[in-house]
């Protein structure tokens, strides 16, 4: 990860391109604007957990990176300008987990998880005796691989978000997008899946985007905080006095008197 200072100052470092350069974003819906004029700028891999009160545009900020709606400033993904690659998940740029997922089908659940190679096939080729020991393994490092064999459709709602998460990290991309990946999750599983997206910035080099209102484990990751309650969104390292900081301001009326325009 790199130093404080540098992503604070949204600055990168070292000639590197920036992992994530996100520069005077604006986006919303129609006649309304969620987010104006966002900067955000990562040198290099980082966590960075973004909070603030329903609505206040964190989907939206999703929705714009992956494509799904337009936008005005720009985005870069590893020095590649978003607006010109085409099908960012297919050229393993991004990986996106939307709030909620479903399956309408009856299927094994590794059967589910080895698509996320699909980027390492061509159009039906089938999967490999190796792609579907990568699975095991992803299934293994969220704690679900005894749920492996399993139909996927009748698994309970946290028993299928960590299937989600295990597909996620078999796409190998290098920024992901995560919409509150703990909210159906026990207090055992929110944990690990915490740990588990640090290990992938820390050993994997990856970027990560979550959107939580998780705020009790954030305190003690390293990472980055982004509020996009506040009038003017900024980054800040992860600390307990930053998440209580954060905390107050979005229990206090203060933070909803904020104007809509945001
Ligand atoms: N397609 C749409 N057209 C118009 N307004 C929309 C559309 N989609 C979402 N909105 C509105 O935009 C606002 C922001 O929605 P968004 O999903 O980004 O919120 P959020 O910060 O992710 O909230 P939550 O924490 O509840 O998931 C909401 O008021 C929502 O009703």
Aim: hydrophobic residues 40%.
């Amino acid at each position: 990860m790199q130093a404080v200072d540098s992503i604070l100052s949204n600055q990168p470092g070292n000639n590197q391109q920036p992992a994530l350069n996100i520069q005077n974003l604006v986006a919303g819906y129609e006649q309304r604007v969620l987010l104006r004029n966002l900067f955000l700028c990562l040198p290099g891999p980082a966590f960075v957990a973004i909070i603030g009160h329903n609505g206040c545009g964190k989907t939206t900020l999703f929705r714009a990176l992956t494509g799904q709606i337009p936008y005005q400033g720009t985005v870069h993904l590893a020095g590649h300008d978003l607006r010109q690659v085409r099908r960012p998940a297919a050229t393993g740029l991004l990986a996106h987990l939307p709030q909620r997922s479903s399956v309408g089908f009856p299927i094994e659940v590794r059967e589910l998880v080895v698509m996320g190679r699909f980027r390492h096939h061509r159009f039906l080729s089938s999967y490999s005796k190796r792609d579907y020991e990568l699975a095991e393994a992803a299934l293994q490092r969220v704690g679900a691989a005894h749920l492996s064999r399993r139909d996927f459709t009748q698994l309970s709602g946290g028993e299928q978000q960590l299937v989600w998460l295990a597909q996620l990290a078999l796409q190998d991309a290098g920024l992901y997008l995560l919409d509150e990946p703990t909210q159906q999750l026990d207090v055992y599983y929110r944990r690990r899946i915490f740990d588990l997206l640090h290990e992938w910035v820390a050993q994997a080099g990856k970027t990560i985007l979550c959107i939580t209102h998780d705020l009790d484990n954030l305190a003690a990751l390293p990472g980055y905080l982004l509020n996009l309650s506040r009038p003017e969104p900024q980054l800040q390292p992860l600390s307990a006095a930053v998440v209580q900081a954060e905390r107050e301001f979005l229990e206090s009326e203060a933070s909803l008197a904020v104007p809509p325009a945001r």
